[in-house]
Structures are given as structure tokens and as C-alpha cells.
T-cell receptor, first 110, second 114 residues
Framework: QKEVEQNSGPLSVPEGAIASLNCTYS??????FFWYRQYSGKSPELIMS????GDKEDGRFTAQLNKASQYVSLLIRDSQPSDSATYLC??????????FGRGTSLIVHP | EAGVAQSPRYKIIEKRQSVAFWCNPI?????LYWYQQILGQGPKLLIQ????????DSQLPKDRFSAERLKGVDSTLKIQPAKLEDSAVYLC????????????FGNGTRLTVT
């Protein structure tokens, strides 16, 4: 059973701070990594995808991947109250079947 | 482009009744997924289609759940008979192809079994 682990939180950060969200996975053959944001009562929406080791930046978001440590993270700079949501990590490997973690709840307080 | 369409948005049924959910993926998307999301948990894959063929249904409770994707476009997920533990949001998603293509989700169907 392929596992994707996330701390359920909540992670509480003040407005303007950096939020750091972490995810570990068990399948060493994993090749594709995604971060989705899910607002309460809504469906997940894609924020970032990353496929190779290192950092990938998109606006205020940075995804970091370390395949040797089987670890992927998402940094949100200048956090805003509108970033308050659950962040889901999804991983897929050679079978191309996306597996989701349980998500980390982020609260950005003014 | 139009998004993934799902219906109904909400459904309340009694245990042992049957229910069906419908999904229309984004035009041109070959891969279609049905996920079950229980409150407080991440989405759990029930079944994945590539065109009209099943790629993976290993986590689909086949004694009560069934799904089909006729003509490689629309899909229907059915539960018969429903149990209390089936209360969840059922999410349909589509992608251009299999991973690494990202998933595009519909609004989901919230099922309550009483």
C-alpha cells in the first residue's frame, strides 16, 4: 500500500509569514508530485506540480522535492487569510495512480 | 474550457437504498477518476478509467459499488445497497492523460446515508 503522509494540523501562521507544509511518501518509484488546495466545502484545485529534485517557484508558492529523502514540501510566502484552506499532497508513480495524503489544515490569522 | 460536471450536488438516502452519480469530464480528457472523500480525510481513489477501459479498481468495494464509462466520455458511479459508512463526498476528476497530467475536479456529490 503506497502511503502519503501529512500532518493534519492545523498549522496556524500570522498574516505575512511563511507557511511551510510537508509531505512524505513511501513509494521510491514515485515520479510526479502535486499540491492541491481545498477550501472548506469545495473541491481540490491544483496549485503546483513538481517532477524533479529541487525547488520550483510560482508566485508566492514554492514546491521543494527531495526524492532521496522521499519528501516534498510547499512554502507559501507572505501568507494571506485567503490562503486558509486544507493543502493536499498527491503522489503518483509508475502506475500513474495519484494517491493523496489526508491534507494539512492551514489557518492564516490577521 | 468547461470544467468537470457532476450531478447531483447533494443526495440523502436511507441505508440499503441505491444511488447513482453522474460525471461529464472536460472535453478531450482521456482519463477519468472517481474518488471518495470522507470528512477530515484525503480523497481515496475508487476507480480510474483510461478512455472506456478500467485502469485500476482495486479499492472499489465491488460487492456494492459499480462504475462504468460508456463511449469513453460520461461516467456513472452506483452504490447498491448503501451503508452508513458510504456517507462522503464523491469526487469525479479528469486529466488529459494519465499522470503526470494534473487532475481537474468537479464540484463533487455530497452523499448522506441515514
Amino acid at each position: 500500500q503506497k502511503e502519503v503522509e501529512q500532518n493534519s494540523g492545523p498549522l496556524s501562521v500570522p498574516e505575512g509569514a511563511i507557511a511551510s507544509l510537508n509531505c512524505t511518501y513511501s513509494d521510491r518509484g514515485s515520479q510526479s508530485f502535486f499540491w492541491y488546495r481545498q477550501y472548506s466545502g469545495k473541491s481540490p484545485e491544483l496549485i503546483m506540480s513538481i517532477y524533479s529534485n529541487g525547488d520550483k517557484e510560482d508566485g508566492r508558492f514554492t514546491a521543494q522535492l527531495n526524492k532521496a529523502s522521499q519528501y516534498v514540501s510547499l512554502l507559501i510566502r507572505d501568507s494571506q487569510p485567503s490562503d486558509s484552506a486544507t493543502y493536499l499532497c498527491a503522489v503518483s508513480g509508475g502506475s500513474y495512480i495519484p494517491t493523496f495524503g489526508r491534507g494539512t489544515s492551514l489557518i492564516v490569522h490577521p | 474550457e468547461a470544467g468537470v460536471a457532476q450531478s447531483p450536488r447533494y443526495k440523502i438516502i436511507e441505508k440499503r437504498q441505491s444511488v447513482a452519480f453522474w460525471c461529464n469530464p472536460i472535453s478531450g480528457h482521456a482519463t477519468l477518476y472517481w474518488y471518495q472523500q470522507i470528512l477530515g480525510q484525503g480523497p481515496k481513489l475508487l476507480i480510474q478509467f483510461q478512455n472506456n477501459g478500467v485502469v485500476d479498481d482495486s479499492q472499489l468495494p465491488k460487492d456494492r459499488f459499480s462504475a462504468e464509462r460508456l463511449k469513453g466520455v460520461d461516467s456513472t458511479l452506483k452504490i447498491q445497497p448503501a451503508k452508513l459508512e458510504d456517507s462522503a463526498v464523491y469526487l469525479c476528476a479528469s486529466s488529459l492523460d494519465r499522470a503526470p497530467s494534473p487532475l481537474h475536479f468537479g464540484n463533487g456529490t455530497r452523499l448522506t446515508v441515514t
